[in-house]
């Protein structure tokens, strides 16, 4: 199995090559600031999805999860579904799905990779949006992003996901270990950072102390704060 070890590299070459680096800082002048993105890492069953919808709805801003995958897919020709499989997975996974999934021997790890950074980017660009996962928080400008980090007690995590899948404590419990644990391996062997780095947000909820509208509230409060800073 190739390990592309190229990866932990890829944000940086990728956006200097594509001219992308550059072009969001030239595209505001000095009266004007950028426009803002929210982007949201989660620990699964803090609720990530529900707070990004209760934060588009109090904006007006489209909410970006599964509608980026489903963006990924065409861009890739493939059906929608196959990215269910290869969303946020470590290295290894990711190839062995794509082999299995697709007969184009060009559609790699590193052409889903870079098909996600290119995409949040170009979201970004464009501001005014929530996203969901994917790295973002990581590798969009702190300057024009507010990086939230949603977690919560194991427990509850376990007890939400137990709701949501219909499935019993056992297999949610292995369900939430699982998914933190390939989540954090995709973040690391593609962008070399660890997701569960406090210094990486601007702003940590625990979802265990806060209700999804209290978080999309706090949220609001924290965009608010940084768009009067500009």
């Known amino acids: 199995m190739k390990h592309f070890s190229s990866s932990h590299r890829l944000v940086e070459p ?4 594509e001219g992308l680096e550059a072009s969001r800082h030239n595209k505001a002048t000095p009266t004007t600031a950028p426009p803002f993105t929210i982007a949201l890492s989660r620990e699964t069953g803090a609720r990530g999805n529900s707070v990004a ?3 588009g709805e109090r904006l ?12 990924i897919a065409r861009e890739l020709n493939l059906p929608a579904r196959a990215m269910s499989y290869v969303d946020e997975k470590p290295v290894h996974w990711l190839q062995e799905c ?6 184009k021997p060009h559609v790699t790890e590193m052409a889903f990779v870079r098909h996600v950074v290119l995409a949040v980017h170009d979201l970004s660009q464009k ?6 996962g994917r790295g973002a928080p990581l590798f969009l400008p702190a300057e024009s992003t507010l990086r939230v980090r949603l977690t919560g007690a194991l427990e509850d995590r376990i007890r939400v ?6 499935i019993s404590h056992n297999l949610a419990a292995e369900f939430v270990a699982r998914t933190d644990k390939a989540r954090i391996a995709f973040v690391k062997d593609h ?3 660890d ?10 909820l625990n979802t265990s102390r806060f209700s999804v509208d209290e978080c999309a509230d706090l949220i609001v409060q924290a965009l608010q704060h940084c768009t009067a800073a500009h």
Not at 14 to 17: G, I, N, Q, R, T
Not at 98 to 103: K, N, V, Y
Not at 161 to 166: H, R, T
């Open 53 to 55: 919808r209760a934060l």
């Open 127 to 132: 501001g005014q949006c929530i996203i969901v």
């Open 98 to 103: 794509l082999e299995a999934l697709t007969s």
């Open 195 to 204: 997701p569960t780095d406090p210094s990486c947000y601007d702003l940590i």
């Open 60 to 71: 007006h801003w489209p909410v970006y999860d599964q509608e980026l995958l489903t963006r």
């Open 161 to 166: 996901m137990s709701q949501e899948l219909g």
């Open 14 to 17: 990728l956006l200097k090559a």
């Open 191 to 193: 962008f070399n950072k």
